[in-house]
Each structure stands twice: as structure tokens, then as C-alpha cells.
């Protein structure tokens, strides 16, 4: 996955090509997804967003902060304490005990507090229906929206979220504590 600086390049590539496919009001293809969702956030990288950012993270903050107009900078920014990768090995690893439990064929998925989505990227082939997301940062549900245009991807707190009682089979998720 690389070091801080290269996810920062990540995370710059991602908006960069989301502002274009907002433009030009399309989907992405194969391989510009490949480049969404190497989209991993801002934790761990809050220098970006220092009001005085260290020598080596001046560059990648000016370029954020030319990027983003100001809502989105400001919800990017508060995201920082929690926005953390979950490993693809780690969801994996959570996808099969799930499925020792039974959760497989037509099961209708939640993934709360999505960032952009990785949960439902690495889903299993046997497990079909609906899913569903929710994240508070727009960059991310904007991005998660372009990976998943056949989800509901819902930009807004999950403490907002309405959502019907008794509907998802599973929820999964690896939601922050901050």
C-alpha cells in the first residue's frame, strides 16, 4: 500500500479523476476504478490539513487545498482522526467467518461508516441482493458512489441514517471510534 506519501498521491489521483467524472456527469470505467479505490482517506496523514504543514507535506496540502472547495475540505478534514484503511486481508478474513455463520445467497448487506467502500468491494461473488452504504465524508460517498453505482450509497451521518427495521441480513464494517 506504500508509505504516507504515496497514499496522499493515491488520495490526490482519486479527486482529481472524481471531479473529472463529475464533470463529465459519467460513470467510471475498469481501470479508473482501479485508480477510486486506491482512495484511503486522510488518517494518518493530518499534516495535510496543518495550519503550518511541515516542509515535506506543504506540496500535497497545497494541492489538497486547491482541489477541494471548501465543504469538502472542511468534511475531508474532520475525517482525519478516523479515516483509516482496512486491509483487503482483514476483510477477507471477515467475509469468511461470515460466511461460516451463514451469511451467503440473497442477503441484503449494510456498510456503515463506508469511507469508500472496501466491505462491499471485496464482497463475495455468492452473496447476492441489495447493499447499502453510508458515509459521512462526501469525497469518500461521492467515490464509493462511482465504484458502486448498483448500491445505495447515502452521504450523511449513520447516527441520521433512516433505515428500515428487520431489512439487512448483515452489517460489515470496520466503523470508526474517534
Not at 470505467?29 to 482501479?34: F, L, N, P, R, V
Not at 475525517?79 to 486481508?89: C, G, L, R, V
Request: no cysteine.
Amino acid at each position: 500500500m506504500g508509505g504516507a506519501h504515496e497514499k496522499a498521491k493515491d488520495n490526490i489521483a482519486a479527486i482529481r479523476l472524481l471531479k473529472t467524472l463529475e464533470a463529465e456527469n459519467r460513470e467510471a470505467d475498469a481501470g479508473e476504478k482501479a485508480v477510486l479505490a486506491r482512495y484511503v482517506g486522510w488518517g494518518g496523514m493530518p499534516n495535510v490539513f496543518s495550519h503550518y504543514p511541515p516542509q515535506e507535506w506543504r506540496a500535497t496540502a497545497d494541492t489538497v487545498r486547491t482541489l477541494l472547495d471548501d465543504e469538502e475540505y472542511a468534511s475531508v478534514r474532520a475525517s482525519t482522526p478516523n479515516a483509516h484503511f482496512t486491509s483487503p486481508m482483514v476483510i477477507s478474513a471477515i467475509w469468511k467467518a461470515l460466511d461460516r455463520m451463514g451469511v451467503r445467497g440473497e442477503s441484503e448487506v449494510l456498510e456503515p461508516a463506508m469511507g469508500v467502500g472496501h466491505f462491499l468491494g471485496l464482497q463475495p461473488e455468492g452473496i447476492t441482493g441489495h447493499r447499502t452504504g453510508v458515509e459521512l465524508d462526501s469525497v469518500s460517498a461521492r467515490i464509493a458512489k462511482k465504484l458502486y453505482p448498483d448500491s445505495s450509497i447515502l452521504h450523511r451521518g449513520f447516527e441520521e441514517t433512516k433505515l428500515p427495521d428487520n431489512y439487512f441480513d448483515v452489517v460489515v464494517g470496520n466503523v470508526p471510534f474517534g
